[in-house]
Structure formats: structure tokens, C-alpha cells
């Protein structure tokens, strides 16, 4: 049974998101993995078929040999890397059964993340999807830019208009 603790609203863990590429080393409790995991698989699923399955990566040797097979922040490689002693100290790798959800698994797999990485915002937990698309950049100061579109070029209200 988990423990309840106050928490921020769901929207206000949604504008408090970022995606994070340098990680305190502190230790995340199996307890806490367990927690982002049970999000991730609560998450709605196709036909309710639930074909994802989660992998927690948490020992020291793993770490490094997951890493190693990652591309972080693509457009400004290798600046976007985490470096030595600020690498994440976990990962939950999300796979998709094909032998229960031939197609559209990718769609489950989006909505778990996205559960997780709300639970882990709201529990102060800096996290990063890896996979982003949208190009991002740093400037002169090092800060790093991630452009998202503006509202009013996603949201229509009544019908579709460019």
C-alpha cells in the first residue's frame, strides 16, 4: 500500500515538467521505481490489452552499459550529454509484447511514460524521456532551449482552421 502524501495538482505537474539531462546521485528507493512503474501500468491501454512490460535499471555496472547505448539531446551531441557523476542513477526501460499488441503498442507505451514522468515530477524527480523530436539548442550561455509549439497553433475550438 503506498503511503499518501500531498501532492501537487496534475496541471501543475504538467507546467512544472521539464526534461532533465544532469541527475543529482542520489539513490531512488525500489519503493519509489516501484511507484513510477505501477503509474506506467496504470496508464489506458488499446483494447485494454496492457502489452508493456518494465525493465528497472538500478545496478551500477547496468547503468553504465545502458547509457553507453543512449543518444542524449541529439541536435547538440555530445554538449547534451549527461557527464561523469551527474548520470542518471535509474532507468525504466519500457518494452511493448508483440505477442499481446501486434501494432499501435508505441501508443501505450506514450501514455505510461507520461504517467511516470508526472509522478516523478510531482515527487521532485528529475526525468527524460529519450526520443524527442522537436530540434532544441544551447545558446551562448549554455542554457539549453527546448521549444514547444505555442497554444494557439495546437489548440481549435469548433472545427480545424490553420
Known amino acids: 500500500m503506498w503511503e499518501a502524501v500531498k501532492s501537487m495538482s496534475v496541471y501543475a505537474a504538467v507546467l ?24 506506467g501500468r496504470l496508464a489506458p491501454s488499446g483494447a485494454n490489452l496492457q502489452p508493456l512490460e518494465f525493465i528497472v535499471v538500478e545496478d551500477k ?24 557523476g551527474k548520470r542518471p542513477v535509474a532507468y525504466i526501460v519500457v518494452l511493448i509484447n508483440k505477442e499481446i499488441k501486434k501494432e499501435k503498442g508505441e501508443v501505450d507505451a506514450a501514455a505510461a511514460i507520461e504517467n511516470m514522468i508526472l509522478v516523478a515530477t510531482d515527487e ?26 505555442k497554444i494557439d497553433q495546437v489548440i481549435h475550438f469548433n472545427g480545424y482552421s490553420q
Open 16 to 39: 512544472k515538467r521539464r526534461t532533465i539531462r544532469r541527475f543529482l546521485q542520489k539513490p531512488l528507493s525500489r519503493d519509489f521505481l516501484k511507484r513510477l512503474v505501477n503509474a
Open 61 to 84: 555496472v547496468l547503468l553504465g552499459k545502458v547509457f553507453a547505448t543512449l543518444k542524449w539531446a541529439a541536435y547538440i551531441a555530445p554538449a547534451g550529454d549527461p557527464p561523469q
Open 124 to 149: 521532485g524527480v528529475g526525468c527524460c524521456w529519450l526520443g524527442d523530436s522537436i530540434k532544441y539548442w544551447k545558446d551562448e550561455q549554455g542554457v539549453l532551449h527546448v521549444p514547444k509549439r
